[in-house]
C-alpha cells in the first residue's frame, strides 16, 4: 500500500561510467529480458518441508523503518518486510486487476446514487481474535485524512467522499459521508461521493483505500501518536494468512500462521524475512541461504542467472524512478505553491535531463532489466502507457542541452567553469541522491559529471549521498533547502499490485507526495478528466493518460529515468510462486519440498 517506492538501484559491479561518452542514436531503446511470472518446483511439497523455515531476503543498504500500518508507510522496505501479515488488504481482484468480490470485503457501486457499499465477511478477525468490523473500514481514512499523523499516503482524490475536505481540514471530527447501515461494530459501510469515478471499479485506486486498520486495537491512541505507540511497534496486529512471532528492530520479522485468518489455512510454519545488503546478495543467494529475495538489483541479475538451484521470476514494474525539480514549497497541510525557485526556469530542467545519456547507463549496468523511460506511465500499464513514437522522451543531447541553457541566459562569465544565473548571479545546484551499491554511487557521479560538462556546479545536497531514512524525511518536508533536484522511485496507486495510473497521489497540488510542489491549471484540468464520467468510457480515458504524459514532459518538473523489472530468484525447493494480479494469497500458496534450501 505504498506510493514511495525505493529508489531504483542499479546494482552491483566494478564498471565506472566516468569517461564514457554518448554513441549510436540515443533515442532508441534496447531490448529487455521477459521473465516466467510463476515459478513451481518439479516437486510438490511436503510436510516435512512446510513445517520448516521459508527464509526471504530484504536487499537494502539500511535499516528497515519498522512501520506496521500500511496507512503510514512511506518506504517499500515496511511493506516488504510486513507483508505477510496482509498489508491490510480489503479487495481481491482478477487478472486485470478489477475488484472481485471473493476477499475480505466485496464492493457495490451505485451510479446514480454515486455511492459505494462495501460488506465484509462475516468471520473475519485480526490476528489478535478481535473481529473485522465495519469501523475497521473507515478507521484507515481517519488516519489518511488526519495532518497530525503525517501520513504520506492521502489522495486528494479522496475528498471525492463527502465530508472528507471538512475532516481533512480540521473543521469536523468525522467523516459524514462513510456511514454505517448495521452500525460500527456491523460487517457494512457506505461511502458516499459526489461522483463515482472509473477508477474505483479497480483494486489499486486514489479514491477508496484497499485495506482495513485495527479500529479496537487502536482506539484511545491520538492520531498524533500512533507511529511511535507500543500498538504499533511492538505489538501490532495483522488481517493476513501470517502473524508477527518477533522482530529485531530495522533487521528481520518471523511468522508463524495465523489461526484467525479467514481463508485457507497457509502451508508453512515459519517465515523468516531478514535485510542483508547489496553487496552481499549474491554470495548469500551463492551459499543458498535464501529462498527469495525483495529488491534485487538489475546487475545483480548476472551472477545470479547461473546459479543452477535457482529459477528467475518476474513482472514489469508498477513503479518509476524519476527525477525530481524543486520548483517551489508546501504548507503543512499539503498544499504545494510554486515559486520563483532555483529551478523555476524549463529549460535550465531540460537542459540537465539532455545531458544524461541513460541508454549507456542501462547498458553498461542494467543487464536487459533496465531502460530509459519516456513516460510517467509506466509500460507495464500497457492500455495507459504512451509509446516512444509519440512520446520520446527526453534523450541524450549535448548540443540541445547546451543551447538550451544558453537560449534561457545561462552564461559563463570571463574564465569562469560554470554557468551563472540569466541575472549574472552565481548558480549552485544541489542534488540529492541515496546511498547505494557501486553503481548507485557511479551512476550517480556520472550524472554530477555530466552537469559539469554543460556548464553547471552541481553538487551533493549535504555533500555527500544520503541515507535512505534521512533523504526521505527531507524529500517529505513541507520546505526544504537541502536538495534542489533528486532521484526518487514512486508507485502509481497506493495498493498492492498496483494498476490504476491516476496520478493524483504523486502530482497533485494538495497531496503530500508531491514533493518537487507542482502546481499547474493544466496538470489540475487533465488528472481531473482521467476520472470524470466521460472517462468510463476507455478510449477517452487513454487519449486523456496520453496528453498527461506528453504535457508533463513539456513541463519536466517530474522526469522518468528508469522502467524496471520487479524480479527474484526462486530456489527450486519452493512451490507455488505466483506473482500474477489474479494471486489475491500470494503468501499462503507457497510451500516447501525440502527442509533446506536446494
Same mark, same amino acid.
Given at each position: 500500500?505504498?506510493?514511495?517506492?525505493?529508489?531504483?538501484?542499479?546494482?552491483?559491479a566494478?564498471?565506472?561510467?566516468m569517461?564514457?561518452?554518448?554513441?549510436?542514436n540515443?533515442?532508441k531503446?534496447?531490448?529487455?529480458?521477459?521473465?516466467?511470472?510463476?515459478?513451481n518446483?518439479?516437486?510438490?511439497?511436503?510436510?516435512?518441508g512446510?513445517?520448516?523455515?521459508?527464509h526471504?531476503?530484504?536487499?537494502n543498504?539500511?535499516?528497515?523503518?519498522?512501520?506496521?500500518?500500511?496507512?503510514l508507510q512511506?518506504?517499500?522496505?515496511?511493506?516488504?518486510?510486513?507483508?505477510?501479515?496482509?498489508?491490510?488488504?480489503?479487495?481481491?481482484?482478477?487478472?486485470?486487476?478489477?475488484?472481485?468480490?471473493?476477499?475480505?470485503?466485496?464492493?457495490?457501486?451505485n451510479k446514480?446514487?454515486?455511492?459505494?457499499?462495501?460488506?465484509?465477511r462475516?468471520?473475519?478477525?485480526?490476528?489478535?481474535?478481535?473481529?473485522v468490523?465495519?469501523k475497521?473500514i473507515?478507521?484507515?481514512y481517519?488516519?489518511l485524512?488526519?495532518?497530525k499523523?503525517?501520513?504520506?499516503?492521502?489522495?486528494p482524490?479522496?475528498?471525492?467522499?463527502?465530508?472528507?475536505?471538512?475532516?481533512?481540514?480540521?473543521?469536523?471530527?468525522?467523516?459524514?459521508?462513510?456511514?454505517?447501515?448495521?452500525?460500527?461494530?456491523?460487517?457494512?459501510?457506505?461511502?458516499?461521493f459526489?461522483?463515482?469515478t472509473?477508477?474505483?471499479e479497480y483494486?489499486?485506486?486514489?479514491?477508496?483505500?484497499?485495506?482495513?486498520?485495527?479500529?479496537?486495537?487502536?482506539?484511545?491512541?491520538?492520531i498524533?501518536?500512533?507511529?511511535?505507540?507500543?500498538?504499533?511497534?511492538?505489538?501490532?496486529?495483522?488481517?493476513? $494468512?501470517?502473524?508477527l =512471532?518477533?522482530?529485531?528492530?530495522?533487521? +528481520? %520479522?518471523?511468522? !508463524? @500462521?495465523?489461526?484467525?485468518?479467514?481463508? /485457507?489455512?497457509?502451508?508453512i510454519?515459519?517465515?523468516?524475512?531478514?535485510?542483508?545488503?547489496s553487496?552481499?546478495?549474491?554470495a548469500?543467494?551463492?551459499?543458498?541461504?535464501?529462498?527469495?529475495?525483495?529488491?534485487?538489483?538489475?546487475?545483480?541479475?548476472?551472477?545470479?542467472?547461473?546459479?543452477?538451484?535457482?529459477?528467475?521470476?518476474?513482472?514489469p514494474?508498477?513503479?518509476?524512478?524519476?527525477?525530481?525539480f524543486?520548483?517551489?514549497?508546501?504548507?503543512?497541510?499539503?498544499h504545494?505553491?510554486?515559486?520563483?525557485?532555483?529551478?523555476?526556469?524549463v529549460n535550465?530542467?531540460?537542459?540537465?535531463?539532455?545531458?544524461?545519456?541513460?541508454?549507456?547507463?542501462?547498458?553498461?549496468?542494467?543487464?536487459?532489466?533496465s531502460y530509459?523511460a519516456?513516460?510517467?506511465?509506466p $509500460?507495464?500499464?500497457? =492500455?495507459?502507457?504512451?509509446?516512444?513514437? +509519440? %512520446?520520446?522522451? !527526453? @534523450?541524450?543531447?549535448?548540443?540541445?542541452? /547546451?543551447?538550451?541553457?544558453?537560449?534561457?541566459?545561462?552564461?559563463k562569465?570571463?574564465?569562469?567553469?560554470?554557468?551563472?544565473?540569466?541575472?549574472?548571479?552565481k548558480l549552485?545546484?544541489h542534488?540529492?541522491?541515496?546511498?547505494?551499491?557501486?553503481?548507485?554511487?557511479?551512476?550517480?557521479?556520472?550524472?554530477?559529471?555530466?552537469?559539469?560538462k554543460?556548464?553547471?556546479?552541481?553538487?551533493?545536497a549535504?555533500?555527500?549521498?544520503?541515507?535512505?531514512?534521512?533523504?526521505?524525511?527531507?524529500?517529505?518536508?513541507?520546505?526544504?533547502?537541502?536538495?534542489?533536484?533528486?532521484?526518487?522511485?514512486?508507485?502509481?496507486?497506493?495498493?498492492?499490485?498496483e494498476?490504476?495510473?491516476?496520478?493524483?497521489?504523486?502530482?497533485?497540488p494538495?497531496?503530500?507526495?508531491?514533493?518537487?510542489?507542482?502546481?499547474? =491549471?493544466?496538470?489540475?484540468?487533465?488528472?481531473?478528466?482521467?476520472?470524470?464520467?466521460?472517462?468510463?468510457?476507455?478510449?477517452?480515458r487513454?487519449?486523456?493518460?496520453?496528453?498527461?504524459?506528453?504535457?508533463?514532459?513539456?513541463?519536466?518538473?517530474y522526469?522518468?529515468?528508469?522502467?524496471?523489472?520487479?524480479?527474484?530468484?526462486v530456489?527450486?525447493?519452493?512451490?507455488?510462486?505466483d506473482?500474477k494480479?489474479?494471486?489475491?494469497?500470494?503468501?499462503g500458496?507457497?510451500?516447501?519440498?525440502?527442509?533446506?534450501l536446494?
Amino acid at each position: 500500500m505504498i506510493n514511495h517506492k525505493k529508489w531504483l538501484t542499479l546494482g552491483i559491479a566494478t564498471l565506472s561510467l566516468m569517461g564514457l561518452t554518448a554513441c549510436s542514436n540515443q533515442a532508441k531503446v534496447g531490448k529487455h529480458v521477459h521473465f516466467s511470472e510463476t515459478y513451481n518446483a518439479s516437486k510438490p511439497a511436503t510436510k516435512a518441508g512446510n513445517d520448516s523455515t521459508l527464509h526471504v531476503a530484504e536487499i537494502n543498504d539500511a535499516p528497515f523503518a519498522g512501520m506496521t500500518l500500511p496507512t503510514l508507510q512511506n518506504n517499500q522496505e515496511d511493506a516488504d518486510v510486513y507483508s505477510p501479515g496482509g498489508e491490510g488488504a480489503l479487495f481481491n481482484q482478477n487478472k486485470n486487476h478489477k475488484i472481485i468480490n471473493n476477499g475480505l470485503g466485496s464492493l457495490k457501486l451505485n451510479k446514480k446514487k454515486n455511492t459505494a457499499l462495501v460488506t465484509l465477511r462475516k468471520n473475519a478477525k485480526w490476528s489478535n481474535g478481535q473481529k473485522v468490523t465495519a469501523k475497521d473500514i473507515e478507521f484507515p481514512y481517519e488516519i489518511l485524512a488526519n495532518p497530525k499523523s503525517k501520513s504520506q499516503l492521502y489522495s486528494p482524490d479522496m475528498s471525492d467522499i463527502k465530508g472528507m475536505n471538512a475532516y481533512h481540514n480540521g473543521k469536523a471530527k468525522t467523516i459524514s459521508g462513510i456511514t454505517f447501515p448495521d452500525g460500527q461494530k456491523g460487517n457494512k459501510a457506505l461511502f458516499h461521493f459526489n461522483q463515482i469515478t472509473p477508477a474505483i471499479e479497480y483494486a489499486s485506486n486514489d479514491f477508496m483505500w484497499n485495506g482495513v486498520e485495527p479500529y479496537e486495537h487502536l482506539k484511545g491512541i491520538p492520531i498524533s501518536k500512533l507511529p511511535s505507540s507500543p500498538q504499533v511497534r511492538k505489538h501490532p496486529v495483522f488481517i493476513g $494468512p501470517y502473524k508477527l =512471532k518477533k522482530q529485531i528492530d530495522g533487521e +528481520s %520479522t518471523d511468522w !508463524v @500462521p495465523d489461526k484467525y485468518y479467514y481463508g /485457507k489455512k497457509p502451508h508453512i510454519k515459519n517465515i523468516d524475512i531478514q535485510v542483508v545488503s547489496s553487496s552481499n546478495t549474491v554470495a548469500a543467494l551463492k551459499s543458498k541461504k535464501y529462498d527469495f529475495t525483495f529488491g534485487n538489483s538489475a546487475s545483480d541479475y548476472a551472477h545470479i542467472k547461473p546459479l543452477k538451484d535457482y529459477s528467475e521470476v518476474g513482472r514489469p514494474n508498477f513503479s518509476i524512478a524519476n527525477f525530481g525539480f524543486m520548483v517551489g514549497k508546501g504548507n503543512k497541510s499539503g498544499h504545494s505553491t510554486m515559486t520563483h525557485s532555483k529551478m523555476g526556469n524549463v529549460n535550465l530542467r531540460k537542459a540537465m535531463l539532455y545531458a544524461l545519456n541513460l541508454n549507456l547507463v542501462a547498458k553498461k549496468f542494467g543487464n536487459g532489466l533496465s531502460y530509459r523511460a519516456n513516460s510517467l506511465v509506466p $509500460p507495464a500499464f500497457n =492500455k495507459y502507457h504512451s509509446s516512444y513514437n +509519440s %512520446t520520446p522522451g !527526453v @534523450p541524450y543531447n549535448m548540443a540541445k542541452a /547546451k543551447k538550451l541553457l544558453k537560449d534561457a541566459g545561462y552564461t559563463k562569465k570571463h574564465g569562469s567553469k560554470y554557468v551563472t544565473k540569466p541575472n549574472g548571479k552565481k548558480l549552485v545546484i544541489h542534488y540529492g541522491a541515496m546511498q547505494g551499491n557501486d553503481i548507485t554511487k557511479a551512476t550517480d557521479d556520472y550524472f554530477m559529471q555530466q552537469w559539469h560538462k554543460l556548464g553547471l556546479d552541481v553538487k551533493y545536497a549535504n555533500g555527500k549521498p544520503m541515507e535512505m531514512n534521512s533523504f526521505y524525511s527531507t524529500l517529505q518536508k513541507p520546505v526544504q533547502h537541502v536538495m534542489d533536484v533528486y532521484i526518487a522511485s514512486s508507485t502509481l496507486g497506493t495498493q498492492p499490485n498496483e494498476a490504476e495510473p491516476t496520478q493524483a497521489d504523486m502530482y497533485a497540488p494538495d497531496d503530500p507526495g508531491n514533493s518537487s510542489h507542482l502546481n499547474t =491549471k493544466e496538470n489540475t484540468k487533465l488528472y481531473k478528466e482521467m476520472n470524470d464520467k466521460k472517462s468510463f468510457n476507455l478510449k477517452h480515458r487513454i487519449k486523456i493518460f496520453h496528453k498527461w504524459q506528453k504535457y508533463m514532459n513539456k513541463i519536466a518538473v517530474y522526469a522518468p529515468e528508469f522502467y524496471g523489472i520487479d524480479w527474484t530468484a526462486v530456489n527450486h525447493r519452493v512451490t507455488g510462486f505466483d506473482y500474477k494480479a489474479g494471486n489475491n494469497d500470494f503468501w499462503g500458496n507457497l510451500g516447501l519440498n525440502s527442509t533446506h534450501l536446494k
